[in-house]
């Protein structure tokens, strides 16, 4: 088949955060790839904010560009819950000294486009993104892969990369190619509908009063919620969620809805009275002054199947968040390290080099990418949700929890439900800089090297934080759960 482009070790199919990290990190590997973009640029100018938590950071700092995130970003300062309707202030927590002592970094959130600005600064060879090519078909064979464009270009490679998010036409095809050639092998549960009980509006808006740089505001009620963030030049993102009726919590992949032009003006003028910052200032203020807003629905799954032949998912096409905790990205870029290692583990160390990648060892790698994630983030995809139920008070057990429990939990406790997001993430092998900033919460590459001393450590850690959280729990039973985790740094897209 006459391709015009040379075969290719690595098509990836997408420029959002998932394709420029893979991009970089098989750039880092000596791997050929090409990245094809169906719109007219990775780096769009629209979008709002993206909070980045250690787990995706030390990637990035792996990839060379955390100092360039950090100096575009803001620092989460102060996380705090306030009563919407009342204006009572909840909880007010300042942890960044106890988030850079347990995991080396901390939290911080910045424009989506400079993250990808910053991805994309750092790519070498630019022609290798190639944007305008909007993928419709590929085909996966024993000896190569095919990816089809609109306009008639054909790319060969020795695999494809669907990091084309939750509207996947990589999924599609891969589920068509597996159909076709051997009937089964994507489970019916992937394809069947998956749960969407939320929608947001997101949007960018002026100063407000009482609100400082690094200041994360949850304002929580029921069936409705905001976020907010604020920005070192005190412009503010914010975002409002709503809960959806239970005749709408349930979404086909091959049609996930958006929000109607109705939903977000009935949305925009019921929000207003809801109360955003201490100084008892409403969300209407917000409203007045917001520019590139955005809406979406916001479905959550994780698929048990990733691969077929040579096509792969990754990113949001094969698991997908509520974002409110602000973990969607940080973990397409774990995704994206997982695949890496595997590459390397099963092709071998001069896998940028080897001409042809044998089918059957793709097939192990690729086993091997979805066996290490999929139980990862089944839970963090359930803890997210569980955040959202807690924050737009989805029942009075929630609402209890984050009234009446959350202020009362010690420092440490509290910031417990975001340390275990954390604290498993898969970061880049080390054909990669170990990221330097020192940190008592081992990550579980150094848990596997230093099994002595983490286990000691970690069990001193641990036996302490579980101490408390018994302790301030234990009159409730399954409270844990619902113990605060919001992000409010996250709105992206
Ligand atoms: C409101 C909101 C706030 C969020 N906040 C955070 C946060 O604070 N922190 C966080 O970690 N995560 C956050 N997330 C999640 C995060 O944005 C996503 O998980 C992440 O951006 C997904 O990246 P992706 O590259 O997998 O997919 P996408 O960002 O969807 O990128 C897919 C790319 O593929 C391209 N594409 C699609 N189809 C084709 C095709 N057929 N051919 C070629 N190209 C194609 C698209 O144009 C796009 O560029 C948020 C999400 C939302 C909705």
């Known amino acids: 088949m006459a391709t015009g482009h040379g075969k290719k070790q690595v098509i990836i199919v997408g420029g959002g955060v998932t394709g420029l990290t893979l991009a970089l990190t098989l750039q880092h590997l000596g791997i050929d790839w090409v990245l094809l973009e169906g719109y007219g640029s990775v780096v769009p100018a629209v ?4 909070g980045l938590y250690a787990n995706g950071l030390r990637i990035l700092d792996q990839l060379g560009i955390y100092h ?7 620092t989460t300062e102060s996380m705090n819950y306030f009563d919407g309707t009342s204006g009572e202030l909840i909880t007010r927590r300042i942890f960044k000294s106890l988030m850079i002592k347990r995991h080396g970094y901390i939290n911080m959130f910045l424009l989506r486009s400079a993250l990808l600005g910053i991805m994309y600064d750092a790519i070498v060879d630019k022609e290798r993104i190639m944007c305008n090519q909007k993928v419709k078909r ?3 064979t024993e000896a190569s892969a095919f990816v089809y464009i609109e306009d008639g270009t054909i790319f060969e490679g020795q695999i494809v990369v669907g990091a084309d998010g939750s509207r996947s036409t990589a999924r599609r095809e891969m589920w068509r ?14 394809r069947e509908n998956k749960p969407c009980e939320h929608m947001c509006l997101f949007a ?25 963030m604020c ?15 239970p005749s709408m919590r349930s979404v086909s992949l091959d049609q996930i809805p958006r929000p109607s032009e109705e939903d977000i003006q009935r949305e925009l003028s019921s929000c207003g009275d809801t109360i955003v910052s201490p100084a008892g200032i409403h969300m209407s203020e917000l409203v007045k002054s917001m520019e590139n807003q955005g809406a979406t629905a ?11 032949g040579r096509i792969i998912i990754l990113g949001d096409a094969a698991h997908l968040f509520n974002p409110l905790v602000g973990q969607g990205a940080n973990s397409c870029m774990e995704s994206v390290s997982a695949l890496a290692n595997a590459l390397h583990e099963h092709l071998g160390p001069d896998v940028g080099k080897t001409a042809s990648w044998p089918l059957k060892t793709l097939n192990t790698a690729f086993a091997a990418v979805e066996e290490l994630r999929v139980p990862r983030l089944e839970f963090m995809v359930s803890r997210c949700q569980d955040a959202m139920h807690m924050v737009a008070w989805e029942g009075w057990f929630p609402q209890f929890m984050l009234k009446r429990v959350a202020p009362l939990l010690p420092l440490p406790t509290f910031l417990n439900s975001y340390s275990e997001l954390i604290v498993d993430g898969v ?41 408390a959280t018994v302790f301030a729990l234990s009159f409730v039973g399954n409270g844990w759960k619902y113990l605060p985790i919001t992000n409010l740094s996250a709105q992206g897209i």
């Open 138 to 140: 590929v085909e996966t």
């Open 204 to 228: 960018s808006a002026g100063p407000l009063k009482g609100v400082s740089p690094g200041d994360l505001i949850c304002s929580a009620m029921p069936g409705k919620a905001t976020g907010l």
């Open 68 to 74: 360039k995130v950090a100096a575009s970003g803001q």
């Open 298 to 308: 916001l479905p959550n799954y994780v698929l048990k199947r990733w691969h077929y």
């Open 177 to 190: 190619n597996a159909d076709e050639q051997k009937p089964g092998w994507i489970p019916e549960k992937d």
């Open 427 to 467: 970061a880049l092998n080390d054909r990669f800089p170990r990221a330097a900033a020192p940190h008592e919460w081992l990550y579980p590459e150094e848990r596997s090297e230093q099994m002595g001393y983490s286990v000691g450590t970690k069990a001193g850690i641990f036996g302490a934080a579980l101490a």
């Open 47 to 50: 979008g709002s904010g993206i």
């Open 231 to 245: 920005n070192p030049d005190n412009s503010i993102f914010w975002f409002w969620f709503w809960t959806l009726p």
